[in-house]
């Protein structure tokens, strides 16, 4: 079971909102979020209600100044919305598609890919389905960027679960968190 919470202000001062499931509107908890301590497991952090938005992964640890931590302004003081990610022990196993709907080119991974231009000569990927485990999806080669969770499922439509980027590597979570 995991266990991830929330501060209004840097250094885990202020008010706080404590979390061990999904959440998907933490703002009737919290005005801000500047702060994020995780206890135990692993969860994705939205910047939007409702698991939209952008999206960061926290592992067990303490992140005293969210602002300097996520930089970049992807994420800023506005945390809207969390998700516990389960624990996966086993096969990690997903086929991935070049447009919506399962349609243009597909590949299947079962490991790690760091290049899916490389690896696979797909210039974009907007559909999956997620057959094993549970997966990051990362906007930059070498999972650098803008990231998406994938768990179990299929997946028809990267924009209508709001996101526009483009996907250009995938890590399996692996993490004992």
């Known amino acids: 079971m ?27 908890y919290l005005s801000r979020c500047n702060s994020i301590r995780v206890e135990s497991g692993c969860f994705m952090i939205y910047d ?3 698991f939209m938005g952008n999206q960061f992964f926290m592992r067990r ?6 602002q300097r931590l996520m930089g970049m302004g992807m994420m800023s003081d506005f945390i ?6 389960p624990q996966h022990r086993g096969q990690f196993r997903m086929r991935i598609y070049e447009r919506e709907n399962f349609g243009g080119q597909m590949s299947e991974l079962m490991e790690d890919c ?23 999806m990362y906007e930059q080669p070498h999972f650098r960027g803008r990231m998406m969770y994938m768990m179990p499922g299929e997946h028809r439509s990267f924009r209508d679960m709001g996101s526009s980027m483009r996907i250009s590597s995938i890590r399996r979570i692996m993490d004992s968190c």
Not at 61 to 66: A, C, I, L
Not at 114 to 132: E, H, L
């Open 2 to 28: 995991g266990r991830i919470v929330f501060y209004e202000e840097r250094n885990f001062q202020g008010r706080s909102y404590e979390c061990m499931s999904d959440c998907s509107d933490m703002s009737s």
């Open 48 to 50: 939007r209600p409702n």
């Open 61 to 66: 640890g303490e992140y005293p100044d969210n």
């Open 80 to 85: 809207r919305s969390c998700r516990m990610i």
């Open 114 to 136: 760091d290049s899916i231009m490389d690896r696979f000569r797909m210039s974009d990927c907007q559909s999956c389905n997620v057959m094993d485990g549970h997966w990051l």
